[in-house]
DNA sequence: TCTGGGGTCCTAGGACCC
DNA sequence: TCTGGGGTCCTAGGACCC
C-alpha cells in the first residue's frame, strides 16, 4: 500500500512576510490589497482569531480587527520560497507533486518503511522545515492523496496527522460534509438537504448508491465514492507544470461601458497575456473573451483560431471583436483573456516538417488552403472555424 | 470600499458526419 | 413519409480549489 503524504504551509503568505520583517511577527497580519475589490489572500492566525478569513474583502475584515496589519503581497518572492520548501522535500524523495505554491504530496513509502515511527518522522521534519527556512507546516500521512490532503487539514498550525485505512471512519467520517475536499458551497447545502451532514453519511449512501447523491454529483459521484471508502489516487505525478489554459483578468478601477472605454484595459490585459503565454513557450487555438457585469454575474464568449498564437494584436483582433459584438452595452466590473487548446510552438513546428503527401491528403484542402494563406502573409489575419464553415469557398 | 485572480474539470445543448 | 443513433467537436456556464 502506498504511503503518501501531503504538506501544506500554514498561512503561508502571512509567514513569508514575517520572515521578510520579523517585527509583523504575533501581529494580526492581512495578506491582500486594500481599495476597490480588495480581498484577503491570506492572514496570519492572530488575525483569524477575530473572524477575518481568505476571500474577504479587506474593507470587512478590517470592521472585524482594526488593529490588522495590511500588507501588500510579493508573489515572486512567495515562489523563490516556496521553491526551497520543495527542495527540502525533495531532499527526502524525489516523488514529490506540486499542488500550488503552498503544498505538495510525496510517495513516502520508501521512506516511511517498517520500523520507522511517522509521527516521530513527520515531527522531525515539520521542526526541519520550521528551524531551516521558518516555515510552520501541517502533514497528512495515509494511504491515498484524498485521506492525505484530508489529514494535514485536520490540525492546524503544525499538526501531524496519520490516517490509516482503518481508521477513517474514526477519524473522517465525524467531520461535517463542508470538510470534504471537492465538495463546496453549492454543493454542501443541497447534501444536507437528502440528509448527509457528515461524511460518515456520505459514505453511508454511498455505500448503497443512493440515487438521490448519484444524480446530485453526476460522475463525480464515483470518484468522490471511492474516496470515502479509502481508495482513489495515490499515483505521484512528478511532471512539471504544463497548462492546458493561460489567462489574465482585471477588476477596473471603475465600472465602464463601451469599446471607448473598456479598450484601454483591454489592451492591457491582452498585452500581459501575450507575455505571459510567450513565457510559457505556449501558443493558443482559442481566444476567450470574460466579461463581468456589475451585478457579479460573468458572461463569456470564445472564438476558436485556425491557427494557434500568442501574438498581441491577434488576441487583441479577436477579444475586441467579441466584446463589440455581445458586451457593448454592459455594465462591466471586470475583463478577461484566456488563451485554451494550448500547444507547444516547437512541437507543431516539428509536427508540419513531417507533414507527407498521404496526411495531406486526409486534411481539408480549404483548411489547408486558408493556412497556406496566411502563413504567406505578413502579420497572418486568422480566420476563424466558424466563417469557413459558412464561406464555403 | 462591498465581494481577486489564477487555474482544472464537468455538463448540456447544438452542429455535423456517418 | 417519418425520423435511427453514435461519435466528435464546439460553446457557455458553473463548481471547485488555492
Given at each position: 500500500m502506498a504511503v503518501i503524504m501531503h504538506v501544506d504551509l500554514n498561512a503561508f503568505f502571512a509567514t513569508a512576510e514575517t520572515l521578510r520583517d520579523p517585527s509583523l511577527k504575533g501581529k494580526p497580519l492581512i495578506i491582500g490589497h486594500v481599495g476597490r475589490s480588495g480581498i484577503v489572500s491570506t492572514c496570519s492566525y492572530e488575525a483569524r482569531k477575530y473572524?477575518?478569513?481568505?476571500?474577504?474583502?479587506?474593507?470587512?475584515?478590517?470592521?472585524?480587527?482594526?488593529?490588522?496589519?495590511?500588507?501588500?503581497?510579493?508573489?515572486?518572492?512567495?515562489?523563490?520560497?516556496?521553491?526551497?520548501?520543495?527542495?527540502?522535500?525533495?531532499?527526502?524523495?524525489?516523488?514529490?507533486?506540486?499542488a500550488s505554491v503552498d503544498e505538495c504530496y510525496a510517495d513516502m513509502s520508501k521512506v516511511l518503511t517498517k520500523g520507522v515511527d511517522p509521527i516521530a518522522y513527520c515531527h522531525d521534519l515539520q521542526q526541519k522545515l520550521f528551524k531551516e527556512m521558518g516555515l510552520p507546516c501541517s502533514i497528512g500521512i495515509a494511504p491515498t492523496k484524498?485521506?492525505?490532503?484530508?489529514?494535514?487539514?485536520?490540525?492546524?498550525?503544525?499538526?501531524?496527522?496519520?490516517?490509516?485505512?482503518?481508521?477513517?471512519?474514526?477519524?473522517?467520517?465525524?467531520?461535517?460534509?463542508?470538510?470534504?475536499?471537492?465538495?463546496?458551497?453549492k454543493t454542501s447545502p443541497r447534501l444536507r438537504e437528502i440528509g448527509i451532514l457528515s461524511i460518515g453519511d456520505f459514505a453511508a449512501k454511498a455505500k448503497v448508491d443512493d440515487p438521490n447523491l448519484m444524480k446530485l454529483l453526476?460522475?463525480?459521484y464515483f470518484t468522490a465514492k471511492t474516496w470515502v471508502l479509502g481508495?482513489?489516487?495515490?499515483?505521484?505525478?512528478?511532471?512539471?507544470?504544463?497548462?492546458?489554459?493561460?489567462?489574465?483578468?482585471s477588476t477596473l478601477p471603475r465600472d465602464c461601458q463601451g469599446l471607448e472605454e473598456v479598450e484601454p484595459f483591454l489592451i492591457n490585459v491582452c498585452n500581459e497575456l501575450s507575455s505571459r503565454a510567450k513565457k510559457e513557450r505556449k501558443k493558443g487555438y482559442t481566444v476567450t473573451l470574460q466579461v463581468k457585469d456589475t451585478s457579479f454575474k460573468t458572461h463569456s464568449k470564445r472564438a476558436t483560431l485556425?491557427?494557434?498564437?500568442?501574438?498581441?494584436?491577434?488576441?487583441?483582433?479577436?477579444?475586441?471583436?467579441?466584446?463589440?459584438?455581445?458586451y457593448e452595452k454592459m455594465d462591466v466590473r471586470l475583463i478577461g483573456v484566456t488563451?485554451?487548446?494550448?500547444?507547444?510552438?516547437?512541437?507543431?513546428?516539428?509536427?508540419?516538417?513531417?507533414?507527407?503527401?498521404?496526411?495531406?491528403?486526409?486534411?481539408?484542402?480549404?483548411?489547408?488552403?486558408?493556412?497556406?494563406?496566411?502563413?504567406?502573409?505578413?502579420?497572418?489575419?486568422?480566420?476563424?472555424l466558424s466563417e469557413i464553415k459558412k464561406d464555403g469557398t
Open positions: 473572524g477575518v478569513h481568505s476571500g474577504q474583502p479587506t474593507f470587512q475584515a478590517l470592521k472585524l480587527c482594526p488593529q490588522a496589519i495590511i500588507v501588500e503581497p510579493h508573489f515572486s518572492y512567495y515562489h523563490v520560497l516556496s521553491e526551497s520548501f520543495f527542495s527540502l522535500i525533495r531532499q527526502i524523495t524525489p516523488l514529490i507533486e506540486v484524498w485521506m492525505a490532503k484530508m489529514g494535514s487539514d485536520l490540525k492546524k498550525p503544525m499538526g501531524v496527522t496519520i490516517i490509516r485505512k482503518k481508521d477513517i471512519e474514526k477519524i473522517l467520517y465525524p467531520l461535517p460534509i463542508e470538510s470534504f475536499w471537492g465538495i463546496g458551497k453526476g460522475k463525480f481508495g482513489g489516487d495515490n499515483v505521484i505525478d512528478t511532471n512539471p507544470f504544463d497548462p492546458k489554459s493561460v489567462g489574465v483578468s485556425l491557427n494557434s498564437t500568442n501574438d498581441e494584436d491577434v488576441i487583441f483582433t479577436e477579444a475586441k471583436r467579441l466584446y463589440k459584438a455581445f488563451l485554451e487548446k494550448l500547444v507547444d510552438p516547437k512541437k507543431e513546428e516539428v509536427q508540419m516538417s513531417l507533414w507527407n503527401y498521404e496526411e495531406y491528403e486526409k486534411m481539408d484542402k480549404t483548411k489547408l488552403l486558408i493556412e497556406d494563406l496566411n502563413r504567406k502573409m505578413d502579420k497572418p489575419k486568422l480566420m476563424r
